[in-house]
């Protein structure tokens, strides 16, 4: 089902049943029932919920785009230190340097077209790319340079190869939902009691109370919707994507 669906049918579904509770709510109500009637510590109560309730929701929010931030900076860095090994190393002889770009073009290739395709569906990366990282990293590694040209090549691929393998290790720590289900257990609850207090204050049958009410759900289906929606950083509609590795080996397709 599109995550767009999804949205539209949570965001329906919460209108429809605030306003369903409050027009049932209305047919029971006694006939003398006087909203205007409700006590102030209620309302207090209620202002407070929703400003601590608004803040937990702000606080959710920013730390899953942290997280999805972070994990398209991860990205980034991986195909940034496989660049630079590729370019680097043509100060190698041939026959090095052709075996070693082969490597990274093959580990690159791997990850745009197989790997990220498992990260999404199955919140794991692939044993054949680690396997392909560490041809590369043995290849870069165990040559001897011949040259004092190379040997001060020789290191800095060492590293960037490191950089590259910190960067895989950082996204394979990001791929899968990041929120530990207790958060969302309160978040849930929050949502049902902040709703909730709107039927505390006596809310009646007119449109412009139904209209508030409605949006008000709405607003918080959506903020809902939109931290899954950022949880899980590979995998869902605003997800980090392979784009650096795209932009960096335009040979690449994916």
């Known amino acids: 089902m599109p995550e767009w669906l999804v949205l539209t049918l949570a965001m329906l579904a919460a209108c429809s049943v605030v306003v369903i509770i409050t027009l049932l709510r209305h047919r029971r109500a006694a006939e003398d029932e006087d909203p205007s ?14 400003v601590v309730y608004a803040i937990v929701l702000g606080l959710a929010i920013a730390g899953v785009w942290e997280g999805r931030s972070a994990a398209q900076d991860n990205v980034r860095a991986e195909a940034v230190a496989l660049h630079e090994v590729s370019e680097r190393v043509r100060v190698y002889p041939a026959e090095i340097r052709d075996r070693i770009r082969d490597d990274v073009n093959a580990y690159v290739g791997h990850v745009v077209t197989t790997e990220w395709k498992t990260m999404a569906d199955h919140d794991r990366l692939t044993d054949e790319g680690t396997e392909l990282l560490d041809r590369l990293r043995r290849d870069v590694t165990d040559y001897e340079p011949r040259t004092d040209f190379e040997a001060q090549a020789y290191q800095p691929l060492v590293d960037q190869v ?54 008000f759900s709405a607003l918080i289906a959506f903020l809902l919707f939109l931290i899954w929606d950022f949880d899980a950083p590979y995998s869902r509609g605003l997800a980090a994507t392979a ?3 795209l932009r960096l080996f335009p040979e690449v397709k994916s």
């Open 37 to 50: 009637e409700t006590p102030d510590v209620i309302e207090y109560m209620t202002m407070w919920i929703g």
């Open 162 to 215: 490191a950089a590259a393998d910190q960067a895989r290790s950082a996204r394979a720590e990001s791929t899968g939902a990041t929120m530990p289900g207790v958060v969302w257990f309160g978040l849930v609850t929050g949502a049902v009691i902040t709703i909730g207090m709107i039927f505390a204050l006596q809310i009646r049958r007119t449109r412009r109370e139904l209209i508030l009410a409605g949006l």
């Open 243 to 245: 784009d650096p590795f």
